[in-house]
């Protein structure tokens, strides 16, 4: 039987960073994920989403060393601009539009976006190359035991590791969680996400705009230029129905359905990449603790793509289970400390998947007289600046 200090499950962008911090702070860590890497966007199986980071989750990747490799691939998010698009009109059309914006509350920008697979092959490549972290891909975690002192995992390879943590980073259907025990309150939203990329004439001033209509908000936020043509990541969301009439469509009628969905903000919008879909639900796991167990990002809670909380949360989770190990490295594992990590990050999830899951159902509404409502509290939530500045700072902050 081989060891290590902590085993992580699964190789996405979480469980990439979770083994890179633990290694930095000098744990011995094992990661092992079954899904290879993509090299560019074209290629099948990519992951067409990008991740906005907010200011904290942006420091928490500088400091343990990642941020730099994937800064030249960033956008900075300065304004984050509300349309409500909800009038009966057909095209539809911008009727109210406010403006949040980074400097009334901070020096930096809201967040930086980068595209996923940028993140996954990048900082795969960091954790590949680093001495303190055995990286193994195309390798399933499959089966956990633990006793007071120890887990055991066997891998699909065959390989037995004994260590002191395993961090469960293997997603929302995640094995580790399964076989520990811990269950989880699941929440369909009837509703898809289509993520994809665009290139627009209209240059995006690095303004991250969310248009709101019925079926869920239409997010376009910054990315660098692409071929010298300003460029956006496009989160459209939408019930199940519309959004796979939308994915039947042939590029050419979809370019045209989702530049009227814009409201023509940034003129015509033109597919670079494929079009992803993600069914929307929320999901929190009861605890984030087991018997030297810790559930992770979205393992342990999983969110509709608004406001940019899910990846943010999760490292939020990282940076918690990380700190508390540095604290007292010789009792990593130990049931006290996963007692803590669970008490430190659960209300803050609880509270989080809760007010997006309210916000979601809010931008769903089809009925006139609830979008015009919605429509109203937008008006008198902007209109008075504590509040706007509060939301804005609770927005920001993933601790
Ligand atoms: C459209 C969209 C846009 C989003 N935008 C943002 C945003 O702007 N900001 C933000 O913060 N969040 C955003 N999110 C959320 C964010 O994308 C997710 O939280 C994040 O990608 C999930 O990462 P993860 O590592 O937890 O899970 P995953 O990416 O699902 O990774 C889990 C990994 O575990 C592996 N695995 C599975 N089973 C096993 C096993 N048994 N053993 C080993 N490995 C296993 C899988 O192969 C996979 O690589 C968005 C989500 C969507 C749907």
């Not at 976006?113 to 900082?123: A, C, G």
């Not at 003129?267 to 603790?289: D, F, H, V, Y």
Request: charged share 20%; hydrophobic share 40%; aromatic share 6%.
């Amino acid at each position: 039987m081989k060891t290590c200090d902590v085993l992580v499950s699964g190789g996405g962008i979480a469980g990439l960073t979770a083994a890179y911090a633990f290694a930095q702070s000098g744990f011995s860590v094992v990661c092992v994920d079954p899904t290879p890497l993509a090299a560019t966007r074209e290629d099948h199986g990519a992951d067409l989403r990008t991740t906005a980071f907010l200011q904290p989750s942006q420091a928490f990747l500088n400091d343990i060393g990642l941020w730099s490799l994937v800064a030249e691939h960033s956008s900075a998010l300065e304004v984050m601009r509300i349309i409500d698009a909800g009038g009966p009109e057909v095209p539809p059309v911008a009727r109210l539009q406010k403006d949040f914006v980074a400097k009334d509350v901070s020096d930096l920008p809201f967040g930086w976006n980068v595209p996923n697979y940028i993140l996954r092959k990048t900082f795969a490549q960091a954790v590949d190359a680093h001495p303190n972290i055995t990286f193994l891909l195309g390798v399933t975690a499959e089966k956990l035991f633990t006793r007071l002192t120890e887990a055991r995992v066997t891998l699909s390879n065959g390989d037995k590791y004994r260590c002191k943590l395993v961090v469960a980073a293997d997603g929302r259907n995640s094995t580790m969680r399964t076989q520990s025990g811990i269950s989880v309150t699941t929440n369909q939203f009837g509703q898809k996400a289509l993520a994809f990329a665009v290139s627009h004439a209209i240059p995006h001033e690095n303004v991250s705009t969310e248009i709101h209509r019925k079926g869920g908000p239409f997010t376009l936020v910054p990315l660098p230029d692409h071929k010298d043509q300003p460029s956006s990541a496009i989160v459209w969301m939408e019930t199940n129905m519309q959004a796979d009439r939308l994915l039947a469509m042939s590029p050419s009628d979809f370019e045209t359905e989702m530049t009227a969905r814009s409201c023509g903000i940034f003129g015509k919008l033109s597919l670079l990449t494929n079009r992803s879909a993600w069914p929307m639900m929320t999901q929190i796991a009861e605890r984030l603790n087991g018997q030297r167990l810790a559930l992770i990002a979205e393992a342990a809670h999983v969110v509709p793509p608004i406001g940019a909380q899910g990846l943010n949360m999760s490292l939020g989770d990282i940076r918690a289970l990380v700190e508390l190990a540095q604290k007292a490295p010789h009792d990593i594992g130990a049931e006290t400390m996963l007692e803590t990590y669970n008490k430190s990050r659960i209300g803050d999830i609880r509270t989080r998947v809760k007010g997006i899951s309210l916000l979601n159902q809010a931008s769903m509404a089809e009925h006139q007289t609830l979008r015009d409502l919605r429509a109203m509290g937008l008006e008198t939530l902007y209109a008075l600046p504590p509040v706007r500045k509060t939301l804005m700072k609770m927005g920001l902050g993933s601790r």
